[in-house]
């Protein structure tokens, strides 16, 4: 991960890169994890780019979602303009199942 943090304290320009490999959030197996984006100084979040790669599904877009309005307060909607291309998909490929051992 690297991020870049620009302008003043109250209205930051803030650049981000993520990339990994095999990730995973909350049971969501996301696979190998490619993202650029950034956040201006009025709160909306660019995703310059996005590429996953899971088992063989792919997948590839950016866009843009409003995060924030005035003084980093969340905005209640968050506006989201996005193109997403998916390839190969199985949605199973991106579930993690949990096994859970019987008590004795």
Not at 31 to 40: E, K, P, R
Not at 69 to 83: D, G, I, N, Q, S
Request: aromatic share 6%; glycine share 8%.
């Amino acid at each position: 991960m690297k991020a870049d943090v620009s302008g003043s304290w109250k209205q930051p320009d803030i650049e981000i890169e993520i990339a990994g490999k095999k990730m995973q959030v909350n049971g969501l197996r996301l696979g190998d994890v490619d993202l650029a984006g950034n956040m201006d100084q009025n709160g909306l979040f660019t995703i310059k780019s996005l590429k996953l790669v899971n088992q063989g599904t792919r997948a590839q877009g950016n866009g843009t979602i409003q995060l924030f309005k005035e003084r980093f307060l969340l905005h209640e909607t968050m506006p989201l303009k996005a193109r997403l291309k998916v390839t190969n998909a199985l949605f199973s490929r991106f579930l993690v199942i949990f096994l859970i051992p019987e008590s004795p």
